[in-house]
């Protein structure tokens, strides 16, 4: 693939108790043969079975990978990391139970040399549970209201276009962005999103987008998304009061970070009628019991973030320490 000097890459891979998936993951991005770009690990699992504590020890110390181990768990705050420890001129976040294709790292570094204007790049995922809830449903281009960050949540579905077009935020385990954006802008992910940290990405595109930069999607620059049942974000059970409470929290601050009254309102009731009553797209059970458990954790949720922003002020999003080791 012949082309002016390719820019250098910087993968990064936030992990947290994943085993032989996270190897795998990472077979796949190792044989990639782009000509510049290096592998960040930031992990946050405990301890490792000994067949995957033997094989990451073999990448570090043969200088394949780089490992770090970090003594807390939090998507956002291991992003950080990865973004303060690398080098490469675009940095690329994949999830660790993902599939690259050939080509996957040139797909990516393409878009940024051929559009300066471009700031982060939003690649297609191939998620086998999407796909199964309707398998041959494509379009061309989002709708109109997939670019309203009020009420974008519902019409935004980086599964299906299949035209390269400009989009409201990436997908976390397939998004790339130029250095720039946090060397320059001094942008980094808000550790105050919690859990699954739904809503992270988006958070922080919302920002870029204020500085001129464009989010482009590109369905060339596509992986497969395994979506493993346990390890990483299922760790945390979708039914708990925990879950429900970060979820209701995320999207409550990235409203109250980035919208106007107007979309706040739209959001807000968009979450309530949709997650709240189980109205479609969420089609949830209409059961008067859960109705009115989902709007206690919707009204709890809203005062957790509003505690969350008084207890945090002046931290900038940042709750964690840069603590690290490096493994091997």
Known sequence: MDSPPWP??????????????????????????????????????????????????????????????????????????GIEQSTGEIVLFIDDDVVLPVGYLYAHARNFLQQPQV????????????????????????????????????????????????VLTARGCNMSFRRQVFSQHGLRFDERFYGTAVREESDLCLRLRQTGYLVWYDPQAYLFHRGETTGGCHCIATQTLRYQLDFYHNHFLLGLKNLTCRQNRQLFWGLFTCHVLGHSPCNKDRHTGKVMIRGLCYGLGFLYVLYTLVSTLGKQGRLYPSQLVVAA
């Open 119 to 166: 700031g982060a790049l939003a690649g297609r995922v191939h998620d086998p549970r999407k796909l199964a809830e309707a398998p041959d449903l494509t379009i061309d281009y989002l709708p109109p209201e997939a670019m309203d960050p009020g009420i974008a949540w519902y019409h935004l579905d980086l599964v299906r276009p299949t035209q390269p077009q400009g």
């Open 8 to 81: 250098t890459i910087a993968v990064i891979i936030p992990t947290y108790r994943r085993e032989a998936v996270l190897c795998d993951t990472l077979d796949s991005l190792l044989a990639q043969d782009y000509p510049a770009y290096e592998a960040i690990v930031v992990d946050q699992t405990p301890a490792h079975q000994a067949s995957t504590q033997h094989q990451l020890t073999h990448w570090a110390e043969t200088g394949q990978i780089t490992w770090y181990q970090v003594p807390w768990a939090s998507l956002p705050a291991a992003r950080n990391l």
